[in-house]
């Protein structure tokens, strides 16, 4: 049960933080770090955090290859990526993520997410990247300080 509120908790002040960033940083620079793709993000890293998907490298690196993939199929200007381009862009990102080895299931969202707004060059960094970046930042800040503190008095309680 401890797990589950940790859990919890920890998406809530990571969605916190998110809306943070997203206020007092990239909302004059016309960005956010908000996407749909972010709340699957968040039940990888802190429901699942051992996880291969839930690792920084996968979850960063998912995310620059989303956002690379989804700029160059709307970039691409072609029939075909136009009607199928979410299709392609996720296929894409899958086939490139599987070879770099840093596979994470919501990059696959973010790329059909960026093909279908259309995002332009700024997609690449924001919403999904800059987004991934804070939620692993706070994912590391809460197991390294805060979980440890509210789970050592579980420990001592078992060892007695």
Do not use: R
């Amino acid at each position: 049960m401890a797990d589950a509120i940790i859990a919890g908790l920890g998406a809530a002040i990571s969605f916190a933080a998110l809306h943070v960033v997203h206020d007092n940083v990239l909302a004059a620079q016309d960005l956010s770090c908000l996407c749909p793709p972010l709340g699957a993000v968040a039940v990888l890293l802190f429901c699942l955090p051992g996880a291969p998907a839930s690792q920084p490298k996968a979850v960063i690196g998912g995310h620059i290859v989303a956002g690379l993939v989804g700029y160059a199929v709307v970039q691409s200007g072609q029939q075909l990526a136009y009607n199928y381009g979410e299709a392609i862009a996720v296929a894409l990102t899958i086939t490139l993520m599987t070879l770099l080895k840093v596979v994470h299931p919501p990059a696959g969202a973010y790329a059909f997410l960026y093909v279908n707004k259309g995002m332009g060059w700024k997609g690449i960094f924001a919403p999904g990247l800059v987004g991934a970046i804070v939620l692993v930042a706070v994912q590391k800040f809460l197991n390294n300080f805060v979980k440890p503190m509210l789970t050592s008095g579980s420990s001592k309680k078992k060892e007695s």
